[in-house]
């Protein structure tokens, strides 16, 4: 069972810097692809190539591991093979004002549209100013308008031949058309009228009221004859904009025949036009018809022609004239608006009005046709963003409408904008457990996002890797800015790479860590006034990043020192042991001793945890208990039951305690209480243990084998404190050079255990001991004493129960 302690080439896997042929990265050709993340990659071309619906990639792995940076390199390579997407316009819907119309377009023709408009318009301008000041047309007009007259006096004329038949005089007056009688040729005067006798006025009011009825007749004929010659003159205006128009429309309508929705929206606008020619002619005003579709309240003529204008314009949303191949949008700040569009509302007298024109691109909108990246994270954090998202992969369609409209909770008017085909690959950031929680709460999310870009956190650390780190290392370099790296510099970042991924046999895949810290020794070669970054540089900037951050650890050894906490590092002690923890204080983590103590006496067979009885203990904490409690039972009670009671407890912790890393220090502590047998307090444990007595890798293995060697280092090293570790975590090391060195000297041990006989052997001095052919261990041996302890107490324990009848 002999253990042999690990020596310095054991605990830390260096990088020789030999094995580079550079002098610096400056020399290395950029890095072109993402090292180790085969699995992602291939998620990612397939996630492109595919083109049915529901296959939106969802790429997974923590915040700076490189999941953008694969995205914006491989994204482009695919983009530029493929054609750069429509033009899409907003028009005015004509039928329905409320409901703009989309018009695609060839690729980058939509900006040539909007000009080919704003320049009919001033075409038409000239052109009806043209059409109606033409002698044709006012000839024509003329006679309407005599014809009109003609026919006025004809009638009139037999009005006035009738009542001069009857003696009487039509006359036209400001108050309207009056019949005066006559006498002589010449009207009567009123004392005249008033001396003719009774009969003779009487035949004059007969005479003209049979006159008035007659022309009452006319005169309800005269509305009839003028809007036949309105209609007469409508027509005439409308065929002379046609005329001067159709030349000018059948330009655009051959430009664009390949586009029905700009026939369409050509055919609408042009017959528009024509109804309101005369508005092309006016400049200072507004015929009043025009003016009642203008928003509420008082307008000035200038602004009700501008408003009216306003239906002819095209708004441009999307446009692809500077792009090649497809385009790819990464959305920063996914609101709902900013992914499906908006509608944007303008003040105007007091009031909110809104037309297509205020018709907003979103992501979606720009993406179309290519490739939209989202963070998931802060898609989900934005109201309605999420379900607007879903919406329109799932319809299809792009259909802009705002939150409230969403919730039916909409009661303004709004536009309501024809929806616009959708196609695009959506791409989302998250981390596994954004992803996971979709998966298991969200039933459309399997749905639409089938393809998963699981990114490693770890790479290989093989020599091809080695020199991929390297050029890895001089791209970022580049990049940034920063002062090329030597290969001493270069060894030193892939070794603490190492470290950040806890294995020896990798390395770290979180790139922003490495660039941090390829930031942070340029800082300081800048400060010693280096032109290239070596391996001190590198130290430096470690250990500063170190001191900016351990003011807790500098704390918890303080109240080490001082004897506020009680740890020991000499001497033995029965039934405690030093355990080791990690604490997590942001982003540094580092070790703690603590002091596990075990206490035992005659009962019923039952472990107390007492973190767990006071709600400190997490359910992983109380497993490892509940899991030595069967390793006892079995080891121990096959002859006769446990008859005692024993307590476990972390002393002096005030905080929670979680994870089964310290089981095997507490079934170590628990054998030496039972056992009587004192447990060398210069060694400190860590791992988890099975019922079989099997020990257990742990996480933070480095932490807290440097979190021991602090105290022990503050105390003053005596060459016989160590740390004992599960021997599954020894590919895990990587500590720091100080407890290396200390290693090297024989001033630190460190001890790789299977099992916990390995363990007791090294805490005790004590052979385990093994059972020989009866069935027994060895008196002296650890095994032995313990057996004997509960043989004694499960004797006492059957005692108590006959003479006192205790259950």
């Not at 528009?272 to 015929?287: Q, S, T």
């Not at 890895?472 to 991924?501: H, N, W, Y």
């Not at 400060?527 to 290239?532: L, Q, S, T």
């Not at 590092?569 to 070790?591: A, H, K, M, P, R």
């Amino acid at each position: 069972m002999s253990v042999h302690e690990l020596d310095a080439q054991s605990i830390y896997r260096r990088c020789d810097p030999k094995r580079f042929t550079f002098q610096t990265t400056a020399e290395l050709e950029d890095l072109s692809q993402i090292i180790g993340q085969p699995r992602a990659i291939d998620a990612v071309k397939f996630a492109t190539g595919i083109r049915e619906k529901g296959y939106n990639l969802f790429v997974m792995g923590d915040a700076g591991s490189g999941k953008r940076s694969l995205i914006l390199q491989y994204f482009p390579q695919v983009a530029a093979d493929k054609a750069a997407p429509s033009d899409w316009c907003y028009v005015y819907h004509f039928e329905r004002p409320h409901e703009p119309r989309a018009v695609r377009l060839p690729t980058g023709a939509g900006g040539a549209y909007r000009q080919d408009i704003a320049e009919l318009l001033e075409d038409l301008k000239a052109a009806f100013a043209t059409a109606f000041d033409s002698e044709g047309y006012r000839t024509r007009r003329q006679e309407i308008e005599d014809h009109l007259n003609a026919q006025q006096e004809e009638v009139f004329g037999k009005i006035e031949e009738q009542a001069a038949a009857k003696n009487l005089s039509l006359r036209r007056t400001p108050e309207g058309i009056m019949f005066v009688p006559l006498q002589d040729g010449q009207p009567l005067t009123q004392e005249a009228y008033e001396a003719l006798s009774d009969d003779a006025r009487n035949q004059i009011e007969d005479a003209t009221a049979e006159l008035r009825k007659e022309m009452q007749r006319v005169l309800v004929q005269q509305p009839r004859m003028q809007r036949e010659a309105r209609d007469k003159i409508r027509e005439l205006d409308r065929v002379a904009a046609e005329v001067s128009a159709t030349p000018l429309f059948a330009d655009l309508r051959k430009k664009y025949q390949g586009c029905p929705e700009v026939l369409t929206h050509l055919e609408s606008l042009q017959q528009d036009a024509i109804h309101n020619a005369k508005m092309f002619l006016v400049e200072d005003g507004a015929p009043a018809e025009e003016a009642s579709a203008a928003p509420s309240g008082e307008m000035d003529p200038a602004q009700i022609r501008e408003f009216f204008f306003r239906r002819y314009q095209v708004n441009l949303i999307v446009t692809s004239s500077t792009q090649k191949g497809a385009p790819i949008i990464y959305e920063d700040n996914p609101t709902y608006q900013n992914l499906i569009g908006r509608v944007e509302y303008l003040p105007q007298m007091g009031a909110l009005t809104t037309d297509f024109t205020l018709i907003k691109a979103g992501a979606l909108h720009k993406a179309n046709g290519g490739y939209l990246i989202l963070e998931a994270r802060r898609l989900l954090e934005q109201p309605f963003a999420w379900e607007g998202l879903k919406r329109a992969l799932q319809s299809g369609v792009i259909r802009i409408e705002s939150p409230q409209q969403m919730t039916d909770q909409v009661n303004t008017i709004t536009l309501e904008p024809e929806p616009i085909p959708l196609n695009v690959k959506v791409a989302l950031l998250g981390d596994h457990a954004l992803y996971y929680a979709l998966y298991a709460q969200d039933p459309d999310f399997s749905e639409l996002f089938k393809v998963v870009a699981d990114f490693e956190e770890t790479i290989e650390r093989s020599p091809e890797n080695e020199q991929l780190y390297a050029r890895l290392i001089g791209t970022l370099a580049r990049k940034e800015g920063l002062m090329p790296f030597d290969p001493s510099a270069v060894a030193r970042v892939i070794e603490q790479s190492s470290r950040l991924a806890e294995d020896t046999q990798k390395l770290t895949g979180h790139v922003r860590s490495v660039a941090d810290l390829l930031h942070e020794a340029d800082y300081w070669a800048g400060e010693a006034g280096h032109k290239v970054v070596s391996a001190k540089d590198v130290q430096r900037a470690l250990d500063a990043q170190i001191f900016r951050l351990d003011r807790m650890r500098s704390r918890s050894l303080e109240f080490i020192s001082r004897g506020t906490v009680l740890i020991d590092t000499q001497g033995d002690s029965i039934g405690q042991v030093n355990g080791l923890s990690v604490i997590q204080i942001g982003e540094f983590s580092f070790g703690s001793p603590h002091r596990i103590s075990a206490r035992v006496r005659l009962g019923s067979g039952k472990i107390v945890d007492i973190e767990r009885e006071v709600e400190l203990g997490g359910p992983l904490h109380s497993k490892g208990v509940l899991i030595l409690t069967g390793f006892i039972g079995a080891r121990y009670g096959g002859k006769y039951p446990l008859a005692l009671s024993a307590s476990l407890v972390f002393e002096q912790s005030y905080n929670g305690v979680d994870g089964d890393s310290a089981s095997s220090a507490e079934l170590y502590a628990l054998l030496s209480a039972i056992g009587e047998i004192p447990l060398k307090q210069s060694l400190a444990v860590t791992g988890s243990v099975n019922q079989h007595g099997q020990v257990q890798a742990i996480g933070g293995v480095n932490e807290k084998i440097e979190g021991f060697f602090d105290v022990c280092q503050m105390r003053g090293l005596t060459g016989d404190q160590g740390v004992l570790i599960p021997a599954a975590n020894v590919p895990h090391l990587m500590l720091r050079h100080d407890v290396v060195e200390s290693v090297s000297k024989g001033k630190f041990h460190i001890y790789p255990v299977e099992t916990i006989d390995q363990g007791i052997e090294l805490l005790t001095g004590v052979k385990a001991g093994k059972r020989n052919a009866e069935g027994h261990y060895p008196k002296e041996s650890v095994n032995g004493k313990v057996e004997a302890r509960l043989s004694e107490m499960a004797q006492q324990w059957a005692n108590l129960r006959g003479t006192q009848g205790i259950d």
